[in-house]
């Protein structure tokens, strides 16, 4: 007996295998750059930790802190101290007696004043030191007009480092470094040295003394614009000038001819065009004064006092500072 089909149900056709395409022939290209190691197994536990890294080696001063902490400084209290120990404390450092000795300094084409030690001072400048004493005379030599230790004061080292403290520190103790007396060998030295500190630092000086005036040529030009850089310092209580010039009125001709830009400035920062008189001195050589007197007998010579000389001085100048003319 056959079996028969049930009723309802649909007849399904044999299946047949689809054929697959058929690969190509040609290699496939690979467009970006594999690497083995980039295409580990997860599930491999032998790259499961990161492989230990090298330390990078420290400085000896890193090194040093990581290992110790900050130690904290104890800085001394200096601008606690009162204001009396401070002011001493500048005064060693930066006082001298004696005053500053400076002379004029070239370096690498820049002019400057250097200090140097009394000593070294006067021997530079031995003819100024030998005129003063009236000693010299054409025929000594340089080892009969020699300084010796005991004719000048001793060298002070100064300590300029306590001004780099601190600004407070710069402020309190920088008077009282230009307000010691400044003695410069000429109008060389004074001009470089008025250029050199700048006018704020002009303000602050308050005695000068310059030991040699220019005479002829380039010295005496510089007489001018030595004195023309003055004109800040306004608060002087004492200059002192050696003008080579002998007489009363030629005297006072030239220390106006070539002073007048300080003279001036003075009288105006001072309220008073004559002020500068209270303040300027000159060696008293300067006002020795011999007349002579021809007569019959033979000439005779007639010195004429000092202190009239410097009187007649006083008056004309004071003239010249008023009227602003010779």
């Known amino acids: 007996m056959s079996a028969t089909p049930v009723s309802g149900a649909a007849s399904t056709p044999p299946t047949t295998p ?24 997860e599930d491999d536990n032998v790259y499961a930790v990161e492989p230990p890294t090298k330390k990078q080696k420290l400085d000896k001063s890193q090194a040093a802190a990581a290992v110790k902490p900050p130690v904290k400084k104890q800085i001394f209290p200096f601008m606690a101290l009162p ?50 004493r009236r000693r010299r005379r054409w ?16 060298y002070i080292r100064l300590s300029s480092r306590i001004l780099r403290i601190c600004r407070a520190t710069y402020d309190e103790a920088i008077g009282i470094l230009y307000s010691q007396p400044i003695i410069l060998t000429d109008t060389y030295a004074l001009h470089d040295f008025m250029v050199q ?10 005695d000068v003394e310059v030991c040699e005036w220019g005479s002829g040529g380039a010295h005496g030009a510089m007489n001018y614009p030595a004195m023309a850089a ?23 001709l030239r220390v106006w001819r070539e002073c007048y830009p ?12 004559d002020a500068v ?14 007349t002579h007197t021809w007569t019959s007998t033979g000439c005779e010579h007639h010195e004429i006092p000092e202190d009239e000389e410097r009187e007649r001085f006083k008056k004309l100048l004071r003239t010249m500072l008023i009227t602003g003319q010779a």
Do not use: C
């Open 83 to 132: 204001p009396e120990i401070r002011n001493n404390i500048y005064k060693m450092a930066l006082f001298d007696p004696a005053g500053h000795h400076l002379v004029k300094h070239r370096i690498a084409w820049r002019r400057g004043a250097v200090r140097v030690s009394p000593k070294n001072f006067r021997e530079q400048n031995a003819n100024w030191w030998a005129r003063r």
């Open 230 to 252: 003055m004109v800040d310092a306004v608060n002087l209580e004492r200059i002192k000038l050696n003008v080579n010039k002998w007489g009363s009125s030629e005297l006072a």
């Open 18 to 41: 689809v054929p697959r395409a058929s690969r190509r022939s040609r290699k496939a290209v690979k467009y970006y750059d594999t690497d083995e190691d980039d295409f580990v197994d």
């Open 139 to 154: 025929w000594q030599s340089e080892d009969d007009i020699q300084i010796s230790d005991e004719e000048v004061p001793s």
């Open 262 to 273: 300080f003279l001036e400035a003075f009288g105006r920062a001072n309220g008073r065009k």
């Open 277 to 290: 008189m209270d303040i300027l001195e000159l060696y008293d050589s300067q006002f020795k004064r011999v």
């Open 197 to 206: 500190i700048g006018p704020k630092h002009k303000a602050l000086l308050r």
